[in-house]
């Protein structure tokens, strides 16, 4: 569960480019320098399905060195936006996938299409990370679970951090509902000594 897979390239490309939207070009060369990543500057991997040696173990370098410049709160609302950000990336590469999976989800009420989409973008993240995302639900709540999550990979803390997979799955819901009508929320965290990352979704209706 805790294998340091490498990340596809199409993957990673998608968080750095989400990175650049929210920080500029000067923003996220001082980020991949500081997380000791500096051969990223000006140097994204291409899209495409190749793993071309990045590793889980260096996207937690990355949201780590976010935390250090920018402190908790301003690294919250930076990698929020930065997972949204990658999820329309993301949505991008796999166009195909998002095309079909819209279509399949054009007349199921509300709660199925969130819960489709979520398993879309579930299975695309297990293949592009090699890691494992389950999507479970009770009367109340769907949950995207991180259970080898990236962005905390080799750091702690004393507060869920993953807030860039927050803003992917707002990111990915919104996009399945046509609406910002609902909440995302990190309720327990793998950086924090939790079993899992686990991000809760309240569609208020």
Same mark, same amino acid.
């Not at 109340?140 to 080898?148: D, K, P, R």
């Given at each position: 569960m805790d294998k340091d897979s490498l990340v596809m390239n199409k993957a990673f490309? !998608?968080?750095?480019?989400? @990175?650049?939207?929210? %920080?500029?070009?000067?923003?996220?060369? +001082?980020? /991949?320098?500081?997380?000791?990543?500096?051969?990223?500057i000006d140097n994204y991997p291409p899209s495409d399905t190749e793993r071309g040696g990045q590793r889980l173990s260096d996207v937690g370098k990355i949201n780590?060195?976010?935390?250090?410049?920018?402190g908790p709160r301003g690294s919250r609302a930076i990698m929020q936006r930065v997972g949204r950000g990658q999820a329309k990336f993301g949505l991008q590469e796999n166009a195909a996938v !998002?095309?079909?999976?819209? @279509?399949?989800?054009? %007349?199921?009420?509300?709660?199925?299409? +969130?819960? /489709?989409?979520?398993?879309?973008?579930?299975?695309?993240?297990?293949?592009?990370?090699?890691?494992h995302v389950t999507i479970?639900?009770?009367?109340?709540?769907?949950?995207?679970?991180?259970?080898?999550?990236?962005?905390c990979k080799g750091w702690t803390n004393d507060a869920p951090v993953c807030y860039a997979v927050a803003g992917f799955v707002h990111g990915i819901v919104a996009w399945a509902l046509d609406s910002d009508d609902f909440q995302v929320q990190e309720i327990s965290c793998r950086a924090?000594?939790?079993?899992?990352?686990?991000?809760?979704?309240?569609?208020n209706a």
């Open positions: 490309r !998608a968080m750095l480019l989400g @990175l650049e939207d929210v %920080l500029g070009k000067p923003g996220i060369a +001082a980020i /991949l320098r500081q997380a000791g990543l500096a051969q990223y780590h060195a976010l935390f250090e410049i920018y !998002a095309n079909a999976a819209k @279509l399949a989800m054009k %007349l199921l009420p509300r709660r199925n299409k +969130a819960k /489709l989409a979520l398993d879309t973008a579930a299975k695309a993240v297990n293949e592009q990370l090699d890691t479970s639900e009770d009367a109340q709540y769907l949950y995207y679970e991180a259970w080898n999550c990236a962005y924090k000594g939790d079993e899992v990352c686990k991000f809760r979704v309240g569609l």
